[in-house]
Structures are given as structure tokens and as C-alpha cells.
């Protein structure tokens, strides 16, 4: 796994739960903050965005990937995902974030007791499809 140092680390996660104060989520009262570690330093975050119409709720993730790619970024180095009970990204995120490199680490932070968990995005996503069998693909 690519190694983030400690500060580095702390950095990312001190984002995630800032943007989780941002999370509208007034269907589910779940809110959820992410924060990508660019690879030039910067830090990107994301919240969920919830809808009366619920499927079309947003994860705080894709917030943040589609924020990062918005702003010229297609490289990170990590993203941290602050929640109550630390919970991993749902399996649409987990895809969204596979497009953009499966060596990442994803930290899951609980924002209740501070504690983390670390998995390389590859360990959440086996066997992922990348597109590489697509017809046309870069
Ligand atoms: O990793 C996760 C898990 C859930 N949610 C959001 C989606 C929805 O708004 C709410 C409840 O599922 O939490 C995220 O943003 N990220
Ligand atoms: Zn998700």
C-alpha cells in the first residue's frame, strides 16, 4: 500500500470530519464527510447531499471525487471517510473511487471515539471490473 505519513494522516482525517459538517442528510440523519489527499498536497472534500427522491442521494465519496475531478485532479494518494461507527463506502463508491486507481488508501474513521481503520481499496473491491475489456477504452 502506498505509505501516507502520520501528519498526513491526521491531515486527511481532520478534513473528513470538517466536511462531514457540511452533510445534508435530513432523510437518513446519517452524515458522512470525505476528504481525498492529493497527490500535490492538496485536500478535497466531499459530504453527503440527500434528496426527498432518495436514490438520488450522494455519498460524501463521489462528492469528493467529482469535486477533485472538477478542480483538474485525476490523482490522489489517500481518502479518509468520517462517519459515526467508521463505516466502509458502499459498493457504488468503492467503483467510482476503482476509476481512479486501486492502490488507495481508504481510511474509515469513527467520529465518536476517533478510532480508524485502513484497507487498500483493492481489498474492498476484488476482482473489479476497470474497463480495461471495454472496446474503446485510454
Ligand atoms: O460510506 C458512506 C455510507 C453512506 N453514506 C451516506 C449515503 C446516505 O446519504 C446516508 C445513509 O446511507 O449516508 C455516505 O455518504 N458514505
Ligand atoms: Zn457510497
Known amino acids: 500500500m502506498p505509505e501516507l505519513k502520520a501528519n498526513e494522516i491526521e491531515h486527511l482525517v481532520r478534513a473528513a470530519i470538517e466536511a462531514r459538517d457540511q452533510a445534508y442528510a435530513p432523510h437518513s440523519h446519517f452524515y458522512v464527510g470525505a476528504a481525498l489527499l492529493i497527490a500535490s498536497g492538496e485536500i478535497v472534500a466531499g459530504c453527503n447531499v440527500e434528496n426527498a427522491s432518495y436514490s438520488l442521494s450522494l455519498c460524501a465519496e463521489r462528492g469528493a471525487v467529482v469535486t477533485a475531478v472538477a478542480q483538474g485532479h485525476r490523482k490522489w494518494r489517500g481518502i479518509a471517510i468520517a462517519s459515526v461507527g467508521g463505516v466502509s463506502p458502499c459498493g457504488a463508491c468503492r467503483q467510482f473511487l476503482a476509476e481512479f486507481g486501486l492502490d488507495l488508501p481508504v481510511i474509515m474513521v469513527d467520529v465518536i471515539d476517533g478510532s480508524r481503520r ?18 474503446i477504452h485510454d
Open 118 to 135: 485502513v484497507r487498500q481499496l483493492a481489498q474492498l473491491l476484488p476482482d473489479a471490473f476497470d474497463g480495461s475489456s471495454l472496446p
